[in-house]
């Protein structure tokens, strides 16, 4: 019977080295990050107890957030405290900026990072949304080089990542609020703080003279994994902002999705109140 | 009224002095049982059944592990009859031959280490042939609806006045609805845990969190095959119990004492949160069906009720929680037809068991929310009906008690709803009303609360506090209070030293209150039934009182002074050693109970409430926000002003969670499914509304200085509260809880389907 103490855990004194570990099988661990999820999961049994475990968390190589022409370029190990806390994601990812605030609690938000968030790949997930609107992409890193996966092809099924087992996440590279474009994250949880999502979502619009140009929507805890909604989206381009449309974005949104029953919500209510989300978050 | 306590200016009842045990509990020095250094001690681990309902056909261990290494304890090993002594012998430690839930103990092991423990329990297979299971509040509903005779009674009471069903057909107009509730988690911060240790004299020394130390050593003795004597049981420092630690540490207690004396050395368990939450007594769920007719003028013609608890899988204490249910069913409003049938049944799952309020919230659940709509029949506001018909003092409650004295009716009603200003609040309330950005609602709850033991409860088991005058450090003589009764977080402590301190009439620093010991108090009954301060207290303060009394007699004169004090108590102590006097608590003259036909004085007293909630739905998710609360109590003298706010803002917070949103069911292998912190959702401190607070005292003059019970009364009205605010705010009547935003949703499709 093996416990969280029998892990091994080991620290690497740089992301090559911790790429050559898990380029081997025989010195390859879990990666572990700020462990908020893997600690809680290994103790509670949902997790398998590895052999070893890598701690990313020393690694300088993963942290920072920095402007690039491609987007805004987050480092794997970068915390839900500093997201929310950073000008740049504030300013030019608003909608990442506010559901980090509304992971956990301060504590949480010290230790949790964005990788974990992502590569832990639950449908509750709060960042997923957020990074889902961007268009952006993730940067896998192995032994052998790197690898760019665009978000949308990340989440492959219920706790499943298009990475493999010897890559580690080490960024995210996400495009910048485009200018005259606005943002917003909301969360359905099951109270007001400290609070798994029921449901939540976000949205980037751009509006022009009162009509919609662009949309992209994604909402979470919907599906076995965080989804866009390419219906509403493609159908919505074009149309004038007004309470009619609302409505029929309410309907739409609500139809498009097809989540379950779990201890947290129910079917049917995550299914009305996703079209009330979503129609919540393009009231301005 | 006992002829010994003197009336003098009381020092140190009415302040709000610190916790005497904060400081150590602020500085990390409180030792809780997990803290404790056991030398020599092993780990025990207990091995469950595996569905909720089973033959045990026999254990057979794997012969590939080696069990020397283990000590293994089975039925076969409990040295006297295999049973619990609780309100019955149904309850075996451990299961021999039938188990009746998922988790019932099958066997126990002991080992050096946790991991060795719970790795022999993987090498113990179980057979067992399953059997059908009953598993929830519903199906037993469904069984009472229609006369099933499937259903399990595991007891049934009723209370009879007058003639309900005649006053019915009478009646002007009839309202008629069903009310249910679900499990509630007492969640305390420290799980359960105990030690248990061999003695020298084939006795055990058990300690641990407890709330209850004599109820250990009574409920286990037979099943030790031990005279009371040789279980000696000691509390240490408990972090939280709300009941949760009533009844269930004697179960955890067999476990630890028979792996103990079968392995000769110390036994340690201590629960992790799963465990705590998957195999520990909860709230028992509640179904009440309330029919009540009314008169053309809006008084109440007849009341009747059935009220039915899921039990769990066996009686334990059950009958009694029930029996306080029924009490408070129909208690707090004039009516001279009433009729309530009271029962427990039988399901697969954890014993129900005790948790603040003990049956009281249950009721008061569907009577309040019932009141409402008997107000809304009579063309009446919430608030109206509630003045109208309210119980005050001369009145009779449904049991035929006559209310006498010490009656906070209507005075904590009136001054609520004066503070919230709730008739011109009642008129901004939104009903649902289309297109508002948010809907707001305002509700009421009244309600009295039983205070001490239900009927003949005290009567029976006869409480008893000590004093001793002993030194309490070189060259220093004290008091030191003697009790049976617990802190476990609310402040007991504190309110029996400030009772002991005013009792001999000295400054606190000459008092001591120590954790209870049964090697050394007098059983003063358990911490339970919001009893300690109002019927233990008033033990400690007479006990007190006799002590100075004697004291006096021993010098030939008056102490006047805490000088003076140490002068005589010294030389008491040198010249005759220690000093223990006694004080036993009386009812008063005059009452009587039936307990068979219910009727007669149920309780000596009542504390009174009034809980206005005022809520906020959110039209676009149904998010439901409590955002204030006013509560006015009568809790009698107030001993500590500043506990007892504390004690009602905790306890009103445990009420938010048990009204908004504590769910927890049962999953298909039979176990609680809301089994971690992660998924059993609790308030938070972002949740907790605004509360404006206060008191009146009406004190009880038959145990001075005074006061009645506070600990239960936070938790019993404020659900019906807020889902009579909910449905001022959206037009939908809740009556299942918690309510939550899926199932207003429904509702409202329902409404809409109609
Ligand atoms: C009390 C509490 C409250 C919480 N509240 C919320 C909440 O409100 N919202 C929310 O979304 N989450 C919440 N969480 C979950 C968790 O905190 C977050 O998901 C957090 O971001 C996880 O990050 P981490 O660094 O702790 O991940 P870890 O636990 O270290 O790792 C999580 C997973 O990611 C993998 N991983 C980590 N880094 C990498 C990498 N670089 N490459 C590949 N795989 C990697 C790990 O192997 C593991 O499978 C909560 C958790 C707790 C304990």
Partial sequence: ?284 | MPATVQTRDPRWVGQGIPRVDAEDKVRGRAQYVDDLLVPNGWHGHVVRAPVPHGLLRGLTPDPAFDWSRVVVVTAKDIPGPNCIVSHDRSMPVIASDEFLYAGEPVALIAAPTLRLAREAAEHLRIDFEERPAILTLHEVADQFKHNDPALVKLCGQTIRKGDAEAALARAHKVVEAEYTAGHQEQLYIEPQGLVAEPTGDGGVFIYGSMQCPYFIVHELCEALALPPEKIRVKQAAVGGAFGGKEEFPTWLAGYVALLALKAKRPVKIVYDRHQDILYTTKRHPVWSRYRTGLNRDGTIAAIAVDFLLDGGAYLTLSDVVMYRGILHAAMGYRCDHVFVNGLVARTNTVPSGAFRGFGAPQAIWGLESHVDAMAAAAGMTPHEFRLKNCLVQGDTTPTGQVLKWSVGSPAVLEKSLERCRFDEQWKKCSRGKPGAKSWYGIGVSFFAHGAAFTGDGEARIKARAAMDLDWLAPGRPGGIVRVSSTEMGQGALTVLSQLAADGLGLDLSRVSCPFPDTALVPNSGPTVASRTTMVVGSCVYGAAGKLKKALEQFAGKPIASGKEFDEIASAYLNKHGRLRVEHLFVLPPGTQWDQKTFRGDSYPGYSWGCNVAEVEVDPRTLGIRVKKITAFYDIGKVVNPVLAKGQIEGGLVQALGYSVMEKIGIDRKGRFDASRMQTYIIPTMQDIPEMDLDFVEFPFDHAPPGAKGVGELPMDGLAPAIANAIEAATGLRMRDLPITPEKLYEHSQKNLGR
């Fill in chain 1, 1 to 284: 019977m093996r416990t969280v103490e029998d892990i091994e855990i080991r620290f690497p004194g740089s992301l090559a080295e911790a790429l050559a570990w898990q380029a081997d099988e025989k010195t390859r661990g879990r990666p572990l990050a700020g462990g908020t999820d893997l600690m809680v999961q290994w103790e509670s049994g949902v997790a398998a107890i590895p052999e070893r475990a890598v701690s990313l968390w020393g690694l300088k190589e993963l942290k920072g957030i920095r402007e690039t022409p491609r987007g805004i370029e987050i480092g794997a190990m970068t915390t839900h405290t500093e997201l929310r806390s950073s000008p740049l994601v504030r300013e030019k990812l608003p909608a990442l900026a506010a559901a980090a605030a509304t992971v956990g609690g301060r504590q949480i938000q010290n230790r949790g990072t964005i990788a974990g968030n992502v590569a832990n790949a639950s449908p509750a997930g709060d960042l997923a949304p957020t990074l889902l609107i961007t268009d952006g992409l993730a940067t896998a890193a192995s032994a052998s080089g790197r690898r760019d996966i665009p978000l949308a092809k990340l989440f492959t099924g219920y706790r499943k990542l298009d990475v493999r087992a010897d890559e580690l996440l080490v960024s995210f590279t996400l495009p910048a609020l485009p200018a005259g474009a606005r943002e917003k994250f909301h969360k359905i949880g099951t109270r007001a703080a400290q609070a798994i999502s029921k449901v939540m979502g976000a949205c980037r619009v751009r509006v022009q003279n009162g009509t919609i140009v662009s949309l992209a929507v994604s909402l979470g805890s919907v599906a076995p994994v965080p989804v866009r909604l390419p219906e509403l989206e493609q159908w919505i381009a074009g149309r004038r902002v007004d309470l009619n449309l609302l409505e029929e974005v309410e309907r739409r949104a609500s139809a498009e999705v097809h989540p379950i029953d779990d201890i947290r919500s129910t079917a049917t209510y995550r299914k009305w109140v996703s079209g009330r989300l979503v129609r919540a978050l393009l009231e301005a």
